[in-house]
């Protein structure tokens, strides 16, 4: 997905598309940006469940009820040959770490259900008659029933709609655990059934974002329409200012001239900084991310894991 997402970006980082703030034409964006904004988000994404990683892989083994055994047990042994980076060394930690841990675990799938839901949310948007700046081929969107110009986002609404019912889990958790004291009780069993479907419905949501991604159809040249023209008031501004005319009356000289219906621009931009349209610094994006993934080392857990059951 990740991948994609940087190729997408690379690919339609020419292509302009109209930025928003209070969903009100706002300044020019870029395909490429938009495209490699929920690939960055995803580096974060990752980042919270490299924590989550981090406090599930400990072993809880020989803690027993909650309280420990007059077993003379070795749970250090148990952790090596498990692949465990560490222990939970206080037994009844180790018992009163359920719900905490399932509740940092969700809180990282609920982050990555996010930033599938918001460019769902995006998508459907976009697709819409109205701004019309990406389509589908015909097999992965839906028509009416009695309308036969439509061209509905269903897979889109439907992860849209499961990633928020995924950002609920940690609630959900948080609630079923909130007034529990310390020890083992049977509401924790709850967990289960709350918790591990969530796996593969984010799974789903991603193999099916994957998909539409994969056929997304971007159209060219949105920004030529006079209706977006207003898009380009903040670089005539700028455009002064680099004159040496102070921001505040370059501000007033533009806004006289749209007030009279003399606004002129030039369509053509210069963004040259870190992270604008003609800087994705998707190289350093796609340095974050490698980073996070090598740090979960799963090939460690694997190979010991594999020593054990030979």
């Known amino acids: ?54 406090i599930t892989n400990k072993n809880p083994l020989g803690s027993a009820a909650g309280y420990g055994s007059s077993f003379p047990l070795n749970r250090k042994m148990t952790t090596e040959l498990l692949g465990f980076s560490d222990l939970n060394y206080n037994v009844v930690y180790a018992q009163m770490g359920r719900g905490k841990t399932e509740k940092i675990v969700a809180s990282a799938i609920s982050n990555v259900a996010s930033t599938i839901g ?37 897979v889109f609404e439907l992860i849209r709609s499961r990633c ?53 159809e971007v159209k060219d040249d949105l920004l030529k329409d006079e209706k977006y023209k207003y898009l380009f008031s903040v670089e005539e501004v700028n455009k002064l200012v680099l004159q040496g005319i102070p921001f505040r009356d370059a501000y007033k000289v533009i806004g006289q001239s749209i007030e009279k219906g003399e606004f002129t621009y ?31 080392q799963f090939d460690v857990v694997n190979k010991k894991l594999e020593r054990l059951i030979q």
């Open 164 to 216: 928020n019912t995924l950002q609920a889990i940690p609630l959900e958790i948080t609630l079923i655990t909130t007034n529990l004291p310390s020890g083992y009780h049977r509401d924790l069993q709850l967990l289960k059934e709350k918790l591990f479907p969530a796996f593969n419905q984010l799974k789903n949501c991603l193999r099916m974002t994957h998909l539409m991604l994969s056929n997304i």
């Open 266 to 296: 030039y369509d053509q931009l210069h963004h040259t900084h870190e992270g604008s349209m003609g800087n994705l610094c998707n190289e350093e994006i796609q340095r974050l991310m490698n980073t996070e993934i090598q740090s979960f």
């Open 1 to 54: 997905m990740f991948d994609l997402l940087i190729s997408l970006s690379e690919k339609h980082k020419n292509t302009l598309l109209p930025g928003y703030t209070h969903l009100q034409l706002a300044m020019p964006s870029s395909f490429g940006l938009w495209f490699g904004a929920y690939a960055e988000s995803l580096v974060d994404d990752i980042i919270t469940l490299q924590s989550a990683y981090k």
């Open 118 to 154: 918001k460019l769902s949310m995006d998508a459907c948007l976009y697709l819409n008659q109205n701004f019309g700046f990406i389509s589908f081929p015909e097999e992965l969107t839906t028509g009416s029933s009695i309308m036969p110009h439509k061209k509905n986002p269903d």
